[in-house]
């Protein structure tokens, strides 16, 4: 009966010489975006995430980090003036409490603090009577959720105070605000962050300019998923 030789299994990566560490790939190296190649466009918006197109028309998958400095600004469509939107708005109130001049500019910032900061404190009328439980006369910066629109006026309640600002066609509508997923393919973009392979950024900065006034999402407007924005 002969005996049955079985060859060792070939060995499938390469040794190190005796006395020598095993060779091991250095370890991807953290590097940072410079500022002037994180120029250029939205491409598209996802969950969390943006596909930009940067220098020479390269595209990246931007995450900004936790602690990033974002800032979105633009204009907003009329229709924005809806109730449960959060505005900032300048007023002058009488000694009554009432607006008495059209709104000049409401700024949407996405959200914040309802609040009612004194911004000048000056009398609209030097010789006006104070009633007693009125906030003086003179210009104020509002801050809370629309309450209701009529036509042109826009009602907003700030604790127990209730204001009547009339918002004109010619008003200004700005956008300034944290929330890029208002940004659209084509608004300009400045971005900065870190990288350990090219085309996947750690945004540390990213500012939006809204290339167009921002409209109301429809309803059943979906952004897409992050797994849809490969190239």
């Known amino acids: 009966m002969g005996i ?3 060859a060792p299994q070939a060995q499938t990566q390469a040794q190190a010489p005796y006395g020598q560490a095993p060779y091991r790939p250095a370890a991807p190296q953290l590097r940072k975006l410079h500022p002037n190649d994180g ?3 939205v491409d598209s918006v996802g969950q969390g995430m943006l596909r930009l197109r940067l220098k020479e028309g390269e595209l990246w998958h931007v995450v900004p980090a936790r602690t990033a400095t ?3 600004v633009g204009t ?3 229709e924005f003036l809806q109730p449960g939107q959060f505005i900032i708005c300048g007023v002058k109130i009488d000694e009554f409490g009432k607006v008495i001049e059209p709104a000049a500019r409401i700024t949407f910032p996405g959200g914040g ?3 009612i ?3 000048g404190l000056g009398l609209v009328d030097p010789g006006v009577k104070r009633i007693s439980g009125r906030r003086p006369a003179g210009s104020y910066m509002l801050a809370g959720n629309i309450q209701l629109v009529q036509d042109t006026v826009v009602t907003m309640q700030i604790g127990n105070e209730k204001f009547e600002i009339t918002v004109p066609a010619d008003a200004e509508l700005l956008v300034h605000t944290r929330n890029f997923s208002l940004a659209a393919p084509g608004d300009i973009v400045a971005v900065r962050g870190e990288y350990y392979q090219r085309g996947q950024l750690s945004a540390t900065l990213l500012k939006i300019t809204l290339a167009q006034p921002v409209m109301l999402p429809t ?3 979906t952004f897409p998923t992050p797994a849809k924005l490969t190239p």
């Open 117 to 119: 900061v004194a911004g």
């Open 39 to 41: 120029r250029g466009t």
């Open 4 to 6: 049955l030789l079985i």
């Open 76 to 78: 907003a469509s009329r």
């Open 113 to 115: 603090v309802p609040s």
């Open 70 to 72: 974002i800032e979105v």
């Open 219 to 221: 309803k059943n407007k």
